[in-house]
C-alpha cells in the first residue's frame, strides 16, 4: 500500500524529546495547516456578506461551525493516526471502483471551488495593493506552484512554519482592524444567540458552514498527521491523538477568531451605517478608511487577503494530491498537480470577470463555498462510518456519544445543503423559459446525488450485517470421519468461504484422506481492499475471515486433524491456482451451493479458469 504524501510521510520524528514541551511541540503543526482553509478568502466573501446584511446576528453560526469543524477534524486526524491511510485511501478500500470515481469527481469539484476562492482573493489582494488589473491578478497566481515545490522539498515543518508566518500575518492585521473599528461587545454577545433573520440569511449561513468545514481538509488532516513518526504502540497511539486533539483545538480557535473578526468588521462599519450590501471585498476595502479614519485599514485588509490566499493555495494542493492518489492510485509530480488545478479555477474566474466583469466576484466566492457545503455530506458521512469502525480502528473507534454527535452533525448539514438545493430548483422551474430541460437534466442530477448520499449512508451497515449473517460459525459443522479405513491423499487443499458448503467440502476430503493427512485450508477475501492492497489490507471483512479461518484450525486440530490455513486476496480464479501450485498438495476439494441458471454458468466459468491453471486434481462436491 503506498503511502500518504509519501514524500513527507513520517518525516517529522517525535521521539527521544528531552522534554513533555519539546515532544508537543513535535506533534504541533499540522492543525496549522489544516486552519488555513478555515479563513481563506472564501470565508471572506461569506463573512462580509453575513456581517453587512444582517450585522452580528450571523455570528452564532460561525460558532457552530467552529464545534463541528473541531469535531470532524479531530475525527479526520484520529482516522491517519490509527489506520495510517487517509480518507481517500479509506473509501477506495471500502467502496466499489465506481462509488469511488464518483466519490473522486466530487472532491475533485470542491478542491477547484476552493481554489476558485482562494484565485480571486489573491487576485483582489494584488489589485487592492498594486493596482494591478483583476485578470492579471489572477493569472499571476499561478506562480505559487514553484513557492510550493520550494517549500515541499525543504520538508514539512519548513512549510509549516512559513504557513504559520502567515496565519500570524492574517491575525495581527485583524487585531488592529478590531481597534480601529471599535465594536459593539454587547451586539458581539448577542450575536451568539442562534436567530435566522429571513431566508437570505439562510443562503448566507449555509455559505458559511461550507466556508468553515471544508472537505477537502478533512482528506487533507488525514494525511498530514501521518508526517508524525511515533511509537505504534498502545500508549503512542494515544499519546499522539491527545497531541494532535490540542493541537486541533488551538489551531480551529485561532481560525475562528479570524472569522468573527471579519464578520464584526463588516458589522461593525457596513452594517452600522446602513451599507447593507458590501458584499465584494473590493467595496469593502474601500470604505474602511472613510469610515474608520485610518490609511493602514485598507492596507492591512489586502495584506491580510494575500496571506490568507496564499497560505490556502498551498494545502489545497496537497489536498488535491492526496485526493487523486488516494481514490485513483495515480501519482503525478506535485508542480504538475498544481499546474492542473490552478488551471481548473483560472479558467472559469477568467471567462465570468471577462463577460460579466470585475463586480460578480463577490457572487463567486460565495457561490464556491455553497458548492463546498453542498459536497460535505459525501466526505464526512464515510468519516463517520471509518472511525465507527472497531475493527479498522483497532480498538480506537469513537464511543456512542461522539458517534451521536457526528450524526447529528452530518444531519444539520446534509438537512441544510438538501432544504437549498430544494429551493433553488423550485425557484428556477418557477421562473425558467424551458421548464422540460430542467426536469430533464437538473432534476434527475439532484435525485442521483441523493440516492448516492443514502448509497454511503446504509452500505456499511448493510454490508457489516451481511458479513455476520453469511459467516458459517464453525461449531456448527457436523463433521463425519473414520479412523480406520485405506486412504491415498495425504495433503489436501480444501477451499472454504464460511457457508454451509464447507461441511460437505470437509467432510469429502477427510473421506479421502482420514486422521493421517495434512489438511491445508484456503479462503480468499474478495473485497475491494483486498484486492487492491492485497495481505495489507485490514477491512472488517478481512479481519472477520481471519478469525473464522483460526477458529476452523482450533476446532479441527482438537479433533485431532493436522491443519494449516492460507488466506488470499483478490479473484479466486486467479489465487487460489497461485495458492495450489506453490504447495506439495495431491488434491483440491471445494464446495458448491448447488448453483443454477446463471449462477451456475459463471460458478462453472470460475470452476473452468481455475481447473486449467492447477497441476492437480480438482474435486468439486454439490452442498
Known sequence: MAKSLEEVNQSVSTQNKKSVFRK???????????????????????DIAGGSQFGYALLWVLLMSNIMALLLQSLSARLGIVTQRDLAQASRETYSPFINYILYFLAEIAIAACDLAEV??????????????????????????FLLLFLINKGIRKMEAFIIVLVAIIGFSFIFEMIFAQPELDKVLFGLIPSMPNEAALYIAIGIIGATVMPHNLY??????????FERT???????????????????????????????LAAATFYK??????????????????????????????????????????????????????????????????IITRLIAIVPAVIVITIYGESVTGKLLILSQVILSLQLGFAIIPLIHFVSDKSKMKGFHIGKVTQIASWIIATIIVSLNAKLVFDEITGWLETSENPLLLWLTVVPLAISFLILLLYIVFKPFIAKAKIDIQNHSPHSLKLRFSKSGSYTKKNIAVSVDFSSADEVALNNAFELGGIEAKYTLIHV?????????????????????????????????????????????GKPNKVIPEIVNKGAFDILVMGTHGHTGFKDLVFGTTVDKLRHKISIPLLIVKN
Open 24 to 46: 508537543i511541540l513535535a506533534f504541533f503543526g499540522p492543525a496549522y495547516l489544516i486552519s488555513v482553509g478555515y479563513m481563506d478568502p472564501g470565508n471572506w466573501a461569506t
Open 120 to 145: 480571486l482573493g489573491m487576485a483582489i489582494g494584488i489589485n487592492l495593493l498594486f493596482d494591478i488589473p483583476l485578470i492579471e491578478g489572477v493569472l499571476i497566481t499561478v506562480l505559487d506552484t
Open 220 to 229: 487533507l488532516h488525514s494525511s498530514l498527521v501521518q508526517t508524525r513518526k
Open 234 to 264: 498502545t500508549a503512542g497511539i494515544k499519546q499522539a491523538l491527545k497531541y494532535n486533539f490540542i493541537d486541533s483545538t488551538i489551531a480551529l480557535n485561532l481560525a475562528f477568531l479570524v472569522n468573527a473578526a471579519i464578520l464584526i
Open 273 to 338: 451605517n446602513g451599507m447593507f450590501e458590501v458584499a465584494e471585498i473590493q467595496d469593502a476595502h474601500r470604505f474602511l478608511e472613510p469610515l474608520l479614519g485610518s490609511k493602514f485599514a485598507p492596507i492591512l485588509f489586502a495584506v491580510a487577503l494575500i496571506a490568507a490566499g496564499q497560505s490556502s493555495t498551498i494545502t489545497g494542493t496537497l489536498a488535491g494530491q492526496i485526493v487523486m492518489e488516494g481514490y485513483l492510485n495515480l501519482r503525478i509530480q506535485p508542480w504538475v498537480r498544481r
Open 525 to 569: 477475501v474478495e473485497t475491494v481492499g483486498a484486492m487492491i492492497y492485497g495481505e495489507n489490507t485490514d477491512d472488517h471483512e478481512t479481519l472477520i475471515d481471519e478469525k473464522l479461518l483460526e477458529e476452523y484450525k482450533v476446532m479441527l486440530t482438537e479433533k485431532g486433524f493436522q491443519v494449516a490455513t492460507q488466506l488470499g486476496f
